[in-house]
Each structure stands twice: as structure tokens, then as C-alpha cells.
């Protein structure tokens, strides 16, 4: 039985790709998406970061992410968990009001994921105790004092 050389050549570039793709370790993969706001800590170690990634999907849209990093690093998914999570949100910044507040601010947000606390820990080894963890508190600033997402009437405000 003679076999193809452009065939065995085929075959072995396909199975290539599979070990390749099966080889990927999510703990080391970057966010997807688009940085789209980096506010660095008044202490100078830390970055807060907002990211916007494509929601995909049929209904398309984006998908709104905040994650702390040490100064300079990129975002990696599951860790640090993300501390927030939007499906909406217009006008989204991030202010560090103190050293240990993180605050983020919007117009319009539909809110999937909303933690207010971060520790140290979830980014590098603060010892066996916990002895040198560093605790920031993450604080909701919508624009209005009212409703942010609704209109007094219960109905979604638009996204413009």
C-alpha cells in the first residue's frame, strides 16, 4: 500500500495543531479583549485594569472586566478573578480614591460579577499566615444617585 506524500504530510500537520491546541494551560493565557482603561495605585504597585472583550455569540456585544495586577502586568483569566463584570456599561472608569480604595465609576451598568474586596494574595505568595497581605476595598460609583440601569418607571434607560 503506497501512501500519498501530501497526504502524510496533511495528516501530520493536523495532528500537529491538536497537540498544540490541547497543550494550551488557561493559567497562563492572557485576557482577551481590549485594554481599555490602566489607573495605576497611589503607592505605585498596583494597576487596576478595564477590559472590554468581544461577548460573541449571536447577540454580540461586549463583555466589561476589572482586574487588579501588579503594576505593569496584563490581566490572566482565573487569576486574578476578575473583580467586576458587566454586560453594559457606558462611561466606565476606574479611580483610586486612597491606597486602598479602588472606585468604579459609570453611567449605565447591567452588573453579571461585583466583588468589594481584594487581597495580595490572589496575585503572589504573602506568606503562610497571610502576614503581608495587602487588602484593597472596591467601591460601585454610578453616575447617577438614583437609578443606573433602570428609569424610575422599572423600564432599561438606553445605552447612548
Partial sequence: MTRHPLLVALGMAVAM??????????????????????VTSPNGR???VLIREDGGG??????WYVYIVAKGSPPVPNKPHPIFNAGTLTDGTLLWSHEHLLEIHYNIAYINQFRNLWGLSEIQNVGTAGE???LVEIRLVPA????SLLTSEGAFKPKN
Fill in 46 to 48: 498596583l494597576d487596576a
Fill in 132 to 134: 503581608h497581605d495587602y
Fill in 144 to 147: 447617577s444617585q438614583d437609578y
Fill in 17 to 38: 495543531f491538536c497537540l498544540a491546541a490541547c497543550d494550551e494551560k488557561p493559567e497562563t493565557k492572557m485576557a482577551t479583549g481590549t485594554e481599555q482603561v490602566r
Fill in 58 to 63: 449571536a447577540a454580540g456585544g461586549w463583555e
